[in-house]
């Protein structure tokens, strides 16, 4: 079970894919909040507002209202604020469950679950990020069916085409995301018309080593200005690269 399970991920990485052309003249940059705690919600969006740009944020449904890392979670009523904001909400499974050590009945469930919770709080749901990161084959075929796109981590910038099946991230931690990272990156994004996914977890002046700070977050955002990018929410990110 074990080498099929090594095999099954080495697979996900090369097949089962779906190309978008990211050849623009402009790069862009997104910005996004994985589990969306509340601090994501508030002072992440309104930091981000102050770019005239707005986010993506992958709700687990099962952390509403709950406590995560010792980090408050989001409300509904912080989910609904982010959408009449113009803020992207997207999912992140139910229970963050790891896809790739997951069977996809029980998947597909998860995602259900999650699907029928968007649902009776009338919150739009199109696009995907696999908790942790972590996906196999299967798990990667299953989520191209139901979601428009699926995010992994991976980091770095994309360059030339993207696979939307698995689009790569970059974190965005205080603890081990470097300002020198953080500007080659979008520098390279900006000179080759790539895109820069960023992700992070809670907003904060004491993050945990999944957080940000707002220092960090607002110099990401300052510099992709700077450097003339698009600053958009993945799903408007996908429609631009798509646009004539």
Not at 12 to 30: D, E, F, I, M, P
Not at 58 to 84: I, K, M, R
Not at 167 to 182: F, G, P, V
Request: some cysteine.
């Amino acid at each position: 079970m074990l080498l099929y399970k090594k095999l099954s991920r080495f697979a996900a990485r090369h097949v089962a894919k779906r190309y978008l052309n990211l050849g623009k003249s402009r790069g862009v940059v997104s910005f996004s909040f994985d589990d969306v705690p509340a601090s994501a919600c508030h002072l992440g969006a309104e930091i981000l507002e102050r770019y005239q740009a707005t986010g993506t944020f992958y709700v687990c449904g099962g952390l509403t209202d709950g406590v995560e890392q010792s980090h408050a979670c989001h409300t509904v009523q912080d989910l609904q604020n982010l959408v009449v904001r113009g803020h992207e909400i997207a999912c992140h499974t139910f229970s963050h469950t790891n896809c790739a050590n997951t069977g996809l009945a029980a998947l597909e469930a998860d995602w259900q679950r999650n699907q029928e919770f968007f649902s009776q709080h009338r919150l739009p749901k199109v696009g995907f990020a696999f908790p942790f990161g972590a996906y196999d084959l299967p798990s990667k075929i299953a989520a191209s069916r139901r979601f428009s796109y699926s995010r992994i981590t991976g980091g770095g910038t994309q360059i030339g085409i993207a696979d939307l099946n698995a689009l790569r991230a970059q974190a965005l931690y205080a603890q081990s995301t470097d300002a020198d990272t953080i500007f080659e990156l979008i520098q390279q994004t900006a000179s080759k018309g790539g895109w820069l996914i960023f992700y992070s977890h809670e907003v904060t002046t004491n993050p945990g080593p999944w957080g940000t700070t707002p220092e960090q977050l607002e110099s990401a955002l300052r510099i992709a200005k700077q450097l003339s990018c698009e600053i958009l929410p993945v799903q408007h990110a996908i429609a631009f690269f798509q646009s004539p």
